[in-house]
T-cell receptor, first 113, second 111 residues
């Protein structure tokens, strides 16, 4: 998985609780992304980062926040989890050369009850 | 709204046949095109990318791009049961550095 780890890999939480997912890379890539994947919707971008402390919103950012204090770590926080945020969350990395190819982590399966 | 459309399938082909997967997109301001393969329960993995009109071959895989008609396709020759997976089309538009993904096509290769 191109030197990308995600933690936890599985989590069950209750509605209304905050949740933080971690993405860690060993590739020193500049760009990091958080996606969610749901049946019928494919992969949708939540937030991305183009450097330490530099982040921007994606297509489905409501209810999520991110932080990147180090090149290797990108955190996704669900401020108050809802059942609609039950999903599989993928982190991805890329380096801006000519190709913009993204490489994905193993994913985190989150269930909000 | 930038849209990327794929038939969800399943597309069923016999072993040894050519599988043809198609993707259409709505915005002509597109730059780069990617095909990812995703096995059930796993993360997507990049298998091909293409930038220019025409064909690009890599082993049993051929990506075809036609910008005038706004479609990109992936051909898999000599399909194997191990090719059974969901194939995601993704597009990088000129205006940004974010990929827009289609919903994926599930391919089933039957022995």
């Amino acid at each position: 998985d191109a030197g990308i780890t995600q933690s936890p890999r599985h989590k069950v939480t209750e509605t209304g609780t905050p949740v933080t997912l971690r993405c860690h890379q060993t590739e020193n890539h500049r760009y990091m992304y958080w996606y969610r994947q749901d049946p019928g919707h494919g992969l949708r971008l939540i937030h991305y980062s183009y450097g330490v402390k530099d982040t921007d919103k994606g297509e489905v950012s409501d209810g999520y926040s991110v932080s990147r204090s180090k090149t290797e770590d990108f955190l996704l926080t669900l401020e108050s989890a809802t059942s609609s945020q039950t999903s599989v969350y993928f982190c991805a990395i890329s380096e801006l050369d000519r190709s913009y190819e993204q490489y994905f982590g193993p994913g985190t399966r989150l269930t909000v009850t | 709204q930038k849209e990327v459309e794929q038939n969800s399938g399943p597309l069923s082909v016999p072993e040894g046949a050519i599988a043809s997967l198609n993707c259409t997109y709505s915005d002509r301001g597109s730059q780069s095109f990617f095909w990812y393969r995703q096995y059930s329960g796993k993360s997507p993995e990049l298998i091909m990318f293409i930038y220019s009109n025409g064909d690009k071959e890599d082993g049993r895989f051929t990506a075809q791009l036609n910008k005038a008609s706004q479609y990109v396709s992936l051909l898999i020759r000599d399909s194997q049961p191990s090719d059974s997976a969901t194939y995601l089309c993704a597009i990088l538009y000129n205006a940004g550095n974010m990929l827009t993904f289609g919903g994926g096509t599930r391919l089933m290769v039957k022995p």
